[in-house]
C-alpha cells in the first residue's frame, strides 16, 4: 500500500472542468469526455455455453451501438444550441473557415454520450458564432432567390419604409407626432399584409430550419480544439 501524499491536491471535477474551460484546453475535456463514457460502458464481453456460436453476440452489440447512435443523434435536437451564446461572441475576429470552421477529415467524430454532444455544441457556437450567422444569411439568400415572390416582397417593404422617412423628413412629420404615429402604424399594417402574403415568413422559417439543423450537426460532429492553435504541418 502506498502512503498518502500530504502535498497532493484534490481538486472538485467541476472545478477542474472549469479551469480547463477557461485556460482554452477545450481538447482535454473533450477527450476526458469521451475517455469518461468509454470507461463507463458495460464490457463487450459474454460468457458463452458450448452450444453458443462465437458471434452469437455480434449482431445484438452491432444494433446496441446503431440504436445507441441513434438516440445520440435524436439527443442532438433537443439541445438548446444557443444557451451559453452572448453578444460577446459576435464581437471577435471570424475563425478562418478551412482551417478553423471546416477543419480537416480528423476533426470530425461522433459524440459517444449527449454529455460530449452538449458539451461541443454549446462550445463550438461560441467559437463559430458569425461563421454560423454568415451561413445563415445565406441560407436566407439562398430561400430568397428560390421565391422571387419572398423576395419582390421585402424589398417592397423596405422601400416604403425608405420613402416614409425620406418623405417624413421633407414634410416635417416629427412636428405632428400625432400623424406621424398615425402614418408609422399604418406603414406597419401594409409591411405585414406584404410580408405575410409574399411567403417572406415560409423563406424566414425554410433558413431557420437549415441553419439550425447545420449547427446542431457540425457543432457536435466537430472536435474540441485548442483556443489557439498551432500551423498545420510545421
Known sequence: MFASNPLSLSVPEPAFESWLRDGGYLEILDQKTSELHRLSAPPTTTTSTPTDSPTAATPSLFFFSIFSHIGTLLSLFTLNPFAKLTTEDFSGQTPSWTHGFIGFF?????????????????????????????????????????????????????????????????????????????????????????????????????????????????????????????????
Not at 117 to 135: G, I
Not at 190 to 216: C, K, R
Open 106 to 234: 480528423d476533426s470530425y467524430s461522433f459524440p459517444s454520450s449527449t454529455d460530449q454532444a452538449r458539451l461541443r455544441v454549446h462550445e463550438n457556437v461560441k467559437r463559430y458564432a458569425r461563421n454560423y450567422a454568415s451561413l445563415f444569411v445565406l441560407f436566407f439568400a439562398c430561400s430568397l432567390y428560390q421565391m422571387p415572390l419572398a423576395l419582390l416582397g421585402l424589398l417592397s417593404s423596405l422601400a416604403l419604409w425608405d420613402a416614409f422617412r425620406f418623405y417624413g423628413d421633407q414634410w416635417g412629420l416629427h412636428q405632428y407626432p400625432l400623424v406621424r404615429m398615425s402614418l408609422v402604424r399604418i406603414a406597419q399594417c401594409a409591411t405585414a399584409i406584404i410580408l405575410l402574403y409574399s411567403n417572406v415568413p415560409m423563406a424566414i422559417f425554410s433558413a431557420l430550419a437549415v441553419g439550425y439543423a447545420v449547427v446542431v450537426l457540425h457543432a457536435s460532429f466537430r472536435k474540441l480544439t485548442p483556443a489557439k492553435q498551432p500551423g498545420r504541418g510545421r
